[in-house]
């Protein structure tokens, strides 16, 4: 009789197996620690100092590794919105610490006078055009670097006034990104909210090589690692007015707002959220060949154009702000009406009016954008965040289509009847060369290039480009040459 033969496990084995591997896999960690370059030996936050609450506090483990904690309902951070309001680190006698590490070169760090008119710039001049994060004024400089270090570097960037600091800044802070983010794996909401600011305001990057892109990315996996994409452990019930795109559900409750500048903010927010559920609708891609039924579309249509009006009847107490919303509100009303630009075959079937009243509506919000936009002094256009330049880009898209457009429907002439594109880009330029005056920058004689100056060298060439397109529309036979020059000044100056 065969017995089965009985199969000596050996735990301890495997377990010192196991162990061997997480003991290299330690020691691969402390070898890239150690070699990661550091322009100080002290640690980027002062140990003795709590985080204020935007930022994560961290937690050195066994390991060397870095792990967070996830969110205090306690603490006042929502998402979307960084509240910087820390109490100033004091050293053991009560006097304020002034001992910081150094996040780039000593010799390129702004003074601690300049440092405070930065950030002074930053609350005053940038902040209200998109307000996703809000300062105190009670935070002072030095108690921003001290608790986000990140943060404030960026800001120091993006607010500075002098050109070539500004340049020199920039590419520290895309070598900070990719140091921290990439090489240390630094998951904090200091480095989230740095990207965002670094991404929303700092142009050096569109003139040298664009990376908006890799910044959403890296905002995107930061936010998602730190668990901010899981509902509020004071509200879990709020996803439930989300759906799965991450659309707000219609609600009942009350509108909460905790800050004044959320009077902007949520607009805003629901403005930019119509413009991303205009990407799904069913004539969003639609080419030549492709079959969408009439009805279906219409509908979809008067659903965005009801869901328009209803944002449009906000009133702002701030005029500044309420500019800023109308820039928005008009770019919306020109995406909803992009429709008259498709292909499709049986989109207009029995009503071409329809796509002419499209076509026309894309003329006019093009014409009321940059009403709006022109009404704004060039001292306030260092403020201007990447978005209006995206805004503005994309009215000159859909500008050269309505000049190009071939519908038979469509009448070229209208466009320089209702819009004299010449003039707009003639004082769009020459306001762009008058903002390095009116904001101050680059005081005592600097001869530095500013990327305004440079914005309105752009501006010069397409007005040049533009004037061979009007001319060649004008004899009803578009030259592909003059056509493609245009295109191409268009995706240089807009190559986000």
């Not at 150690?34 to 994560?56: F, H, K």
């Amino acid at each position: 009789m065969r017995t089965r033969r009985t199969v000596a496990r050996q735990p301890a084995k495997k377990a010192g197996t196991l162990e061997q591997k997480l003991d290299g896999l330690v020691a691969l960690l402390k070898t890239s620690a150690s070699g990661r370059p550091e322009y100080s030996d002290t640690p980027l936050v002062n140990p003795a100092t709590n985080y204020n609450a935007t930022v994560l506090t961290p937690h050195s483990s066994a390991a060397g590794a870095t792990r967070y904690e996830g969110f205090n309902s306690s603490q006042h951070i929502r998402t979307g919105t960084g509240l910087l309001d820390t109490p100033t680190a004091t050293s053991s006698s009560g006097s304020t610490s002034t001992t910081l590490p150094y996040l780039v070169q000593p010799a390129l760090e702004p003074s601690l006078e300049d440092a405070e008119t930065y950030l002074r710039r930053f609350r005053t001049d940038f902040i209200k055009y998109l307000p996703f994060i809000v300062i105190v004024p009670s935070v002072s400089a030095q108690q921003l670097r001290q608790t986000s270090p990140f943060l404030w570097l960026c800001i120091m960037t993006v607010a500075s006034t002098r050109s070539s600091q500004q340049v020199t800044l920039s590419r520290e802070v895309r070598q900070l990104f990719g140091r921290e983010a990439y090489l240390g794996g630094t998951r904090s909401m200091d480095l989230l909210l740095a990207c965002l600011v670094y991404a929303t305001w700092d142009h050096r990057y569109n003139l040298d090589r664009p990376i908006l892109t890799s910044l959403a990315q890296l905002a995107i996996a930061i936010l998602y690692d730190l668990g901010l994409d899981k509902p509020s452990l004071a509200d879990p019930g709020l996803m439930l007015e989300y759906d799965l795109k991450g659309l707000p559900r219609p609600s009942q409750r009350p509108e909460q707002k905790e800050f004044a500048s959320d009077e902007l903010l949520v607009p805003l927010l629901r403005s930019r959220l119509l413009v991303e559920k205009i990407g799904g609708v069913p004539w969003s891609g639609v080419t030549e060949g492709d079959h969408l039924t009439k009805p279906l579309a219409m509908s979809y249509l008067k659903s965005l154009q009801a869901q328009l009006r209803a944002l449009k009847s906000c009133k702002l107490s701030e005029p500044t702000d309420q500019k800023t919303l109308l820039l928005q509100l008009h770019i919306t009303d020109l995406a909803i009406h992009e429709i008259g630009f498709s292909q499709g075959q049986d989109l207009f079937t029995g009503q071409s009016n329809h796509r002419f009243e499209c076509l026309c509506a894309c003329l006019q919000a093009i014409k009321d954008w940059v009403d709006v936009f022109l009404s704004i002094p060039p001292a306030q256009y260092v403020g201007f965040s990447a978005c209006i330049y995206a805004m503005m880009g994309r009215c000159l898209i859909d500008l050269w289509r309505l000049s190009t457009c071939e519908h038979p429907e469509w009448d070229h002439s209208l466009v320089r009847e209702s819009l004299d594109v010449w003039s707009v880009f003639e004082q769009t330029e020459r306001n762009f060369s008058r903002v390095k005056e009116a904001a101050g920058l680059d005081l005592g004689g600097s001869h530095d290039c500013d990327f305004f100056t440079i914005m309105a060298s752009r501006l010069r060439s397409m007005k040049v480009s533009w004037n061979a397109v009007n001319a060649s529309t004008e004899l009803a036979t578009p030259v592909l040459d003059e056509l493609g020059d245009f295109s191409m000044e268009l995706f240089d100056t807009w190559n986000w």
